[in-house]
């Protein structure tokens, strides 16, 4: 069991012992503070596992494809879920509970990165470990930022830790000021983290890791140099590949940080509360028995013709010689022997097991001793080798006028073509680039973020039969938030 894994489940058992209450010893000896916590580097260690603590939960990353792939032309709900289809269909408003708990984890995590950065440091330790761990919470930090300033635009930059005097009426910030906060975090994360983690802290941050999260926020920042040159280093640096097989991404016994697995947010099945991966919860079809649980319930769903306007769906995208189609989403009549082998594999029905025909592979793999309800072993990945190879074809078409004949950019771009039985391409535009990333990356919580990058998010829409406004390029500030904070101000139209 990986080394971080376990660490997870050891301080998830001292936070839950911590919390009891001694009635006959009024002391707080059974609590941590600040005070008789953040002494020893073991101390600091544990701090900094608490913050990936928080990306494992299920209202993270367990529920992020509610934001990041519901809206998009990728997924439709499984039913008629009062959260989601408001998402779906673009009637969202400010009490949405996906919306309200997507803002609260990520501002939890900017808070618990917050301790440690202002903590840590004060403790007596070996300076490079202690700068590492700093490094640590700056690119935690930066990842919840990167996905609020996209979802919300401007918002609270939040540096210190709160206390009773504190003034927690804080106003929003503008985007660039988010984009400067986070470029500052990854440039302190690259200059101190190390290019690979000891076996000790396998899974965590790496500098490479803060360079392609950099790479893009430059990216979506239209910082098209700064982003292939991170692009580059990555690269040159050879520390990552493709793996030969696609499906190796997706197989229980060989996804979890393997050759292109540049960050992952690390699970354990069966474990205390959040540390086991949700999402075969979500994804797997309804009433299939395949997670051998009650859970199960395909709440989202890939768009396909049936339901949606042929030739605009995920469905439609894919070439039905591409490699990539059989292990991103499950089709009429397909066996998958990986799902439940004991029991002969798992086979789709003819007639499909949703009111689309189609559902969502990724992520399901059946049920097993080490899988309970709403939980799998199985690492997120947040960031996957081929990312990086097509953000460097998506800046160099982007800063280029929409195209690129460049031989390194056209080497990386044709690498993710030929993993998956895809002829090469001798000149490549910016259109082709982001049609690739639909295909590689489909309910991965890329594709929302990629339509904005790409702009025609209304036309995209329309084209899936949806109607939206330009308000709805933003989500709406929860209502709870406006409720408590009387300097948040509401996102127009909401």
Known sequence: MKNLKLYIILFSVLVMLSSCDDFLDRQPLDQISTENFYNTASDANLAVISVYNTIQAINWHGKSWMITEIPSDNTTTGGNDPDFSPIDNFTINADNGPNTEYWTEHFKLVIQANQVIKFVPEIDMDPILRASYVGEARFLRAFSYLDLVRIYGDVPIIEEVPTIESDLNVSRNPVTEVYDFIIADLQYAIDNLPEVQSSAGFGRATMDAAKALLAKAYLTNKQFEECMDLCREIIAGGRYRLEENFANNWLRDVSDNNAEAIFQVQYVGCGPGNTGNALQA??????????????????????????????????????QDDLRLYHTMMTPGEHYPMINPELGGYTYPATGASRGSVNIKKYVIGGGSDVCFMSTPQNFHAIRYPDVLLMLAEAACARNGGISATPDVLEAFNLVRARAGMPSEDVIDIDMVFHERRLEFAFENQRWFDLLRKGNVKETMLLHGKQMQDFHLLFPIPAQELAVNTNLVQNPGY
């Open 282 to 319: 979500f994804f797997a079809p309804w009433g299939q028995g395949i997670t051998q649980n009650s859970d199960g319930w395909g709440s989202q769903i890939p768009t396909s013709p049936s339901i949606d306007n042929p030739g605009t769906t995920i469905k439609d995208a894919y070439d």
